[in-house]
């Protein structure tokens, strides 16, 4: 039964930095790409990042380019995303996407990221 686990949320100071890890399991799952989305308080999930597992090709929302970077271990099915410059407009509860190259979504319980000014 596949599994995504997200962490490395936390509070932070504007300006500062934090690092988000999201695993899939089982790892012998071959993934086509992971991602990262968040939803903030009162308003719809929007998408930040995603990465092909395969191709190492990489897309990003606007609001997070040159702050943001999307990093993986293929062979961990693991997916990193660093956050620098962080703003209170980046608070939110950011989860992890995982597609299979067999088809499918699965989504993890996501990682609370709370930014204060």
């Known amino acids: 039964q596949e599994q995504v686990v997200e962490s490395g949320g936390g509070l932070v100071e504007a300006g500062g930095s934090l690092r988000l890890s999201c695993v899939a399991s089982?790892?012998?799952?071959?993934?086509?790409?992971m991602a990262w989305f968040r939803q903030a308080p009162g308003k719809e999930r929007e998408f930040v990042a995603r990465i092909n597992m395969i191709s190492w090709s990489t897309n990003y929302a606007d609001f997070v380019k040159g702050r943001f970077n999307i990093d993986k271990d293929s062979a961990e099915n693991t997916v990193f995303l660093d956050m620098k410059t962080l703003r209170p407009g980046d608070t939110a509860i950011y989860c992890c996407?995982?597609?299979?190259?067999?088809?499918?979504?699965?989504w993890g319980q996501g990682a609370q990221v709370a930014v204060t000014s």
């Open positions: 089982p790892r012998s799952l071959s993934l086509h790409d």
């Open positions: 996407s995982t597609r299979p190259h067999i088809g499918g979504e699965y």
